[in-house]
């Protein structure tokens, strides 16, 4: 059951999220938006894992927290590179290029919580 929700919100809900990101224009003031959302992901994942040291180890939803931020942080990255590429080559064969590598990429976090229950398990 675990593994079917991760699998369902990393595969529908991080492409959803890249494109509803990379939606706007690649203008200036959309790439520092997307700056400030990683930024404030990121902030977020550390204040989260550096603050509250000693319930690291007892709270699943804190795990869940820190994993969540750096997945937003993660996808905001992606949409920030493809804001940038598009910028630099506004032809629409990079849009759609773009978009789909774009979106594949965000579902790299799952192979690495799939590699690592493989490598714990006996």
Same mark, same amino acid.
């Given at each position: 059951?675990?593994?079917?929700?991760?699998? #369902? =919100? &990393?595969? /529908?809900?991080?492409?959803? *999220?890249?494109? +509803?990101? *990379?939606k706007p224009a690649p203008s200036p003031r959309a790439m520092r938006a997307? #700056?400030?959302?990683?930024l404030v992901a990121l902030l977020l994942a550390l204040g989260l894992r550096f603050a509250l040291t000693s319930q690291w180890s007892e709270s699943v939803w804190l795990l869940v927290a820190i994993a969540a931020a750096l997945w937003v942080a993660w996808i905001g990255v992606i /949409?920030?590179? &493809?804001?940038?590429? +598009? +910028?630099?080559d506004p032809? $629409?064969?990079?849009?759609?290029?773009?978009?789909? =590598?774009? /979106? =594949?990429? *965000? *579902?790299? $976090?799952?192979?690495?919580?799939?590699?690592?229950?493989? #490598? +714990?398990? $006996?």
């Open positions: 059951m675990t593994f079917a929700l991760a699998f #369902l =919100i &990393v595969f /529908a809900l991080g492409p959803w *999220t890249f494109f +509803r990101l *990379t997307l #700056l400030g959302i990683v /949409a920030l590179v &493809v804001q940038a590429l +598009r +910028r630099a032809r $629409p064969a990079m849009r759609r290029w773009s978009s789909a =590598i774009g /979106a =594949i990429s *965000t *579902t790299v $976090p799952w192979f690495g919580i799939v590699l690592a229950d493989l #490598l +714990r398990s $006996p």
